[in-house]
């Protein structure tokens, strides 16, 4: 009787970790954020030919691309061009 308590305990134990073990889900961001940060990426690192995206950009990578962008979504569109 005792051993159908411990492993019952031990049961809800294991639930209770595995809810707490799941991670929060993200909000998603709008579309016109998107378009927006889209846009200023485009603009802040152009195309190193017109019309043909497989040639690269011109200014950086594509690893720093990404990171402006998340950094524009995470301020909202609101990017200091400025400096560079």
């Not at 019952?8 to 707490?20: K, M, Q, T």
């Not at 889209?38 to 200014?59: M, Q």
Request: charged fraction near 25%; hydrophobic fraction near 40%; charge should be positive.
């Amino acid at each position: 009787m005792v051993f159908r308590w411990k492993v019952g305990a031990v049961a809800i134990g294991v639930i209770c970790l595995a809810g707490e073990a799941i991670p929060e889900r993200a909000s998603a961001i709008t579309a016109e954020l998107a378009k927006t940060c889209k846009a200023l990426t485009t603009k802040r690192f152009p195309p190193r030919e017109v019309a043909n995206p497989a040639a690269g950009s011109a200014k950086g990578s594509g690893r720093d691309q990404s990171s402006y962008f998340n950094k524009c979504v995470a301020n909202n569109g609101k990017m200091d061009d400025d400096a560079k």
